[in-house]
């Protein structure tokens, strides 16, 4: 399997330097909506009637590619987000009499690209997708946010420039858990798992500061893939370069031995504070500020499935959870929950908790856990680890496996504010939570994973 590669696009607005072809990529797809606000301080962010590119997201035309094929799809992607990002940079500075020629200037640059696309989906016999319809892109307003946290008083804190971090979220974005109404929990928690048993690898809070905007099942190869932060537990080699040999012969903080790597990006405080990354990639320079927060619990829990004994996964497989993109892309990957611990019975996809004093601010991030029995990557990272049918049972010619949820809690200051990180056009909206997933568990642990879900038993190593 390929990894490892590095690739470079030479951007002329950035005075002759080399920046990563992948850099701008997010989840697989270019159907970004780029939000362009100017601030009072210069500073840009999703607030007042932005002005955004919308492009189709390409996500399910990208669900079958063969292998032969699949370098030529991942540099044809990367290169359309490459060059959405440079429209976005223009269309700051577009006046709008202007912006349908740096609308049909984008359409001339995305044709060849996506024709490249075309045919390699028709040497793999792929469905058919269409250039043209791809292709063109268009300026959209987004909804004012006027009420930006920028100027929120009173409960939740937020004081005017102590608020910066936060700027493109609003008080919509925020629910005192206490008057949600309980739902019973996520579709999971409601399915009894044949066997009922469960596995936790106990791998730590990320004490030793393994961190990087990296993103190496999304962006192999490339430095600041992910433009956000990322918190790493788990295999300690983790990162843009990092091989199947590499990981493989890396260390890891779990006590058990388990080598896999667990990933999700960081959760800051909007308190005004410096990081250590306020001016460097992934923080500062993508709009990711504030004080990072470390987990004061993370617990990796695999479960079964309601319909039927799971099977060990497949070394080096692949699995993401939900979408970075699904403020623009749409929620229809967005699985990740929020909620406050002693509050469990109460879910919000679109809205951070705002806890009560002495309750965590919880994030739970449900993978897929239907697996084709072949493959341990797909083209879009999704098609071959799917989520169970409504009746918990796995489609056909799918197999069950191990169901891994990240729970991950902390202890937010009483009346702050905060956010995880996120590409800048998607301003930090709590719908594009997401997680991901390198099995590289020992075979004889994923095997013992196996016996002790099925038979019911409770196992923590």
């Not at 490892?4 to 270019?30: D, H, T």
């Not at 940079?89 to 359409?107: F, G, I, S």
């Not at 045919?119 to 892109?137: E, G, N």
């Not at 499935?305 to 070394?315: G, I, L, Q, R």
Request: aromatic share 6%.
């Amino acid at each position: 399997m390929r990894r490892g590669r590095r690739y470079r696009y030479r951007n002329r607005s950035q005075r002759g330097k080399w920046i990563p072809l992948l850099a701008v990529a997010g989840l697989v797809g270019s159907g970004a909506m780029v939000a362009v606000s100017n601030y009072e301080d210069g500073s840009s962010g999703l607030v007042a009637l932005a002005s955004t590119l919308q492009c189709p997201d390409l996500t399910d035309s990208l669900s079958q590619v063969s292998g032969a094929d699949q370098r030529v799809v991942d540099e044809s992607v990367a290169l359309l987000d490459v060059q959405v990002g440079s429209a976005y940079d223009r269309l700051q500075k577009t006046p709008v009499a202007k912006r349908d020629a740096l609308v049909n200037d984008l359409y001339a640059q995305r044709m060849p690209v996506l024709t490249r696309i075309s045919d390699a989906l028709a040497r793999s016999s792929s469905p058919p997708m269409d250039p043209k319809q791809m292709a063109s892109c268009k300026v959209v307003t987004a909804s004012s946010e006027a009420d930006s946290i920028v100027s929120l008083r009173g409960r939740g804190g937020g004081k005017g420039k102590n608020a910066k971090g936060g700027r493109g979220l609003s008080r919509q974005d925020f629910a005192d858990i206490t008057q949600v109404r309980p739902d019973g929990g996520s579709k999971g928690d409601k399915q009894k798992a044949s066997g009922g048993g469960q596995f936790t690898s106990e791998c730590g809070r990320n004490e030793n500061g393994h961190s990087n905007p990296d993103n190496v099942i999304v962006a192999p190869g490339v430095s600041n893939g992910a433009h956000h932060m990322h918190d790493y537990v788990g295999n300690l080699e983790t990162g843009a370069f990092s091989s199947d040999n590499k990981l493989a012969g890396a260390g890891t903080t779990c006590r058990n031995g388990d080598k896999s790597a667990y990933y999700w990006p960081v959760l800051r405080v909007l308190d005004g504070s410096r990081e250590r990354d306020a001016k460097a990639p992934g923080g500062g320079q993508d709009k990711n500020v504030g004080k990072i927060l470390q987990p004061a619990d993370v617990k990796l829990v695999m479960e079964g499935n309601p319909a039927d004994n799971v099977t060990e996964m497949p070394p080096l497989m692949r699995v993401i959870t939900g979408d970075a993109k699904a403020f623009t892309d749409g929620i229809k990957n967005a699985n990740a929950s929020w909620t406050c611990t002693g509050f469990e019975d109460r879910r919000l996809k679109d809205k951070y908790p705002i806890c009560p004093q002495g309750s965590r601010v919880e994030r739970n991030l449900e993978f897929p856990s239907c697996w084709d029995g072949k493959n341990i990557d797909s083209a879009n990272h999704r098609t071959h680890v799917v989520f169970p049918q409504d009746d918990g049972s796995c489609q056909k010619r799918f197999k069950a496996v191990p169901k891994l949820t990240m729970r991950l809690a902390y202890d937010v200051p009483q009346n702050a504010f905060f956010a995880i990180d996120s590409f800048p056009e998607q301003v930090h909206k709590p719908v594009t939570d997401h997680g991901d997933f390198i099995n590289v568990m020992p075979q004889d642990l994923m095997r013992k994973a196996v016996k002790c879900i099925n038979s019911g038993r409770q196992c923590e190593d």
